[in-house]
């Protein structure tokens, strides 16, 4: 998420020191206070951002640090007609009252010449003390101290603001606020673009990127969901209210005007007109689990099921496999993303069979990213975030087939059986303990 701000924020991600994976502090080379700024006022994964003064693995190596740090950088904050307090901030471990005062005095060798203000001063300084992730086994001794100016902070109260628990309209499978708010950050979404889902559901990925200032739309080939009829999915409520739809969910937020519209529509059908439509596709994929993927089928085909809504509108749907959703959906961002354009989607995974080959790839595309979220000890999504760096050929689409990866990535079609046979043995194993 952090690469992708700072990318999009006109810079470019470099770590002074080496990023530790187990490390809740990172330091980063961003080469203006209005970068940072910037950069702060999208991410949900920071918490705050500092100037950062000095640092050590010890007390005497952070004062050493802060007395090499350039006097003439700390003097515009330190005036005597300007107002200051010192944070502390520990990881992993809880300070006394007393020890927080003992820490703050022993940085009376700065120069400090303005007034202590704790309730509104102007500037702040903050130590931050980490004591490893280990909560069995805290250190005496922190293993890294930072001292540094306050910047600011992240957006990490969008989660709590655009919860799933208040939102108007919900599925079974609405994303959680805080990963939607992710995927548009490692979209790249900025005031303007259009941006697409065409996994919509109920719009929990639209809201966020409309957030941003992005005009969003979507499809989905369930017809229910889409004009917001049928059981609802919230609990104690048995069917959907006759203003549960996207837009109503957009109007919830203040974000109407950003709505484009989202269509009934199946997503292995082309229904689109040729060219370059859209800045980030943002999705979520059916797996399986909560939802089944699923495409029109003809007379002809077997048929899975007859559906009717409550409107009489009548489909067949047929199975549609894993392997052919994510092929479709790369040749999909492929030919209808802008050059620099982002696609941005989870792919689930059975952990024991993982590797980096079975990835889903277009010449069209290039990964930027793939992160992980687990799911239990044998499944995870990985997030995948892939960039448009070639303009798509008539030869392109069906490019998969040639380079031997469709087939290894194929096994992702029994993901479902694999989740629930995974469950099932959890399940046996868990009465097994429970007898002895």
Known sequence: ??????????????????????????????PSEEMARGLMKRTVCAKSIFELWGHGKSAGE??????????????PYLQSDSTYK???????????????????????????????????????FWILEDYGMNPNDVPEEPIHLYFGRWIADGQRELIESYSVKKRHFIGNTSMDACLS?????????????????????????????????????????????????GKASRKNQKWRGPDENIRANLRQYGLEKYYLDALVAD???PIWR???????????????????????????????????????????SSSYHLSDIFFDLLKFGAEYLVMGGRLVYWLPIYRPE????????????????????????????????MEKVKE???????????????????????????????????????EKDNQK
């Open 1 to 30: 998420e952090i690469t992708s701000l700072l990318s999009l924020c006109g810079g470019q991600f470099s770590g002074e020191q080496e990023i530790r994976v187990n490390s809740p502090f990172w330091i980063l080379n961003i």
């Open 62 to 75: 952070l004062y050493e640090s802060l007395k090499n740090y350039p006097t003439d950088k700390m003097l």
């Open 86 to 124: 010192v944070h502390i901030h520990t990881f992993n471990k809880t300070l006394t009252q007393a020890e927080k005062i003992k820490k703050i005095d022993a940085l009376e060798f700065l120069p400090f010449k303005g007034k202590v203000n704790l309730k509104n001063p102007e500037h702040v």
């Open 181 to 229: 708010f992710i995927m548009a950050n490692h979209g790249r979404v900025k005031p303007n673009d259009i941006v697409f889902d065409p996994f919509v559901g109920t719009g929990g990925l639209l809201i966020s990127s409309a957030h941003f200032g992005a005009y969003v739309c979507g499809t989905d080939i369930d017809y229910n969901t889409i004009h917001g009829l």
């Open 267 to 269: 997503f292995s059908r």
């Open 274 to 316: 040729k060219g370059m439509l859209f800045d980030a596709i943002i999705t979520d994929p059916p797996y399986g689990i909560r939802e089944a993927p699923r495409r029109m089928g003809s007379q002809k085909e077997t048929i899975k099921s007859v559906e009717r809504s409550a409107e009489n509108h009548f489909f067949v």
């Open 354 to 385: 993982y590797t980096e080959e079975i990835i889903p790839r277009h010449p069209c595309l290039k990964l930027v990213s793939n992160c992980e979220q687990l799911l239990s000890s044998h499944t995870s999504r990985r997030l995948i975030t």
């Open 392 to 430: 798509f050929k008539d030869q392109d689409e069906n490019s998969y087939l040639l380079d031997g990866q469709y087939m290894p990535y194929r096994g992702h079609n029994s993901f479902r059986e694999k989740y629930f046979s995974g469950v099932t043995k959890r399940i046996a194993k868990e």
